[in-house]
């Protein structure tokens, strides 16, 4: 089970938009990562290439923890919501819960839940 002194870290880094640095303090590395019902992407190297590649594609992006943030035993649920502004100027606004297993303080496994309608992309 994680500190709340660990959750807050970890959720303070994802509102600095440090994603890269947060997988890499917060995840095991055999960790797994899945988006609703795809397959899920196994390994913190995995994880933080993903985010490499969505940041890569980003003039800016706010990442936004919308509280409480929920705990039982080893199962965290965290509400978040991000902006995205792309380079090519197009913006994608997004909500999800993100379902956490800890293991002690890093997660374990994570999987995502949002209405894929989300991301489609808007011209400003």
């Not at 600095?16 to 397959?39: I, K, L, R, W």
């Not at 196994?42 to 943030?69: D, F, N, Q, W, Y």
Request: proline content about 5%; overall charge neutral.
């Amino acid at each position: 089970m994680p500190s709340s002194q660990t959750l807050e870290r970890f959720v303070a880094l994802v509102e600095q938009n440090a994603h890269v640095e947060a997988v890499d303090q917060f995840y095991t590395e055999n960790s797994s990562m899945q988006e609703n019902q795809a397959p899920p992407r196994i390994g913190r190297a995995a994880h933080a290439e993903a985010e490499r590649h969505i940041l890569s594609k980003t003039k800016s992006m706010s990442s936004r923890c919308v509280r409480p943030v929920f705990v039982s035993a080893d199962r965290v649920v965290i509400r978040w919501q991000f902006r995205f502004e792309f380079r090519d100027g197009s913006v994608m606004q997004m909500e999800e819960l993100a379902y956490q297993r800890w293991e002690g303080e890093r997660i374990a496994e994570e999987t995502f839940f949002y209405d894929p309608a989300q991301r489609t992309l808007r011209k400003p």
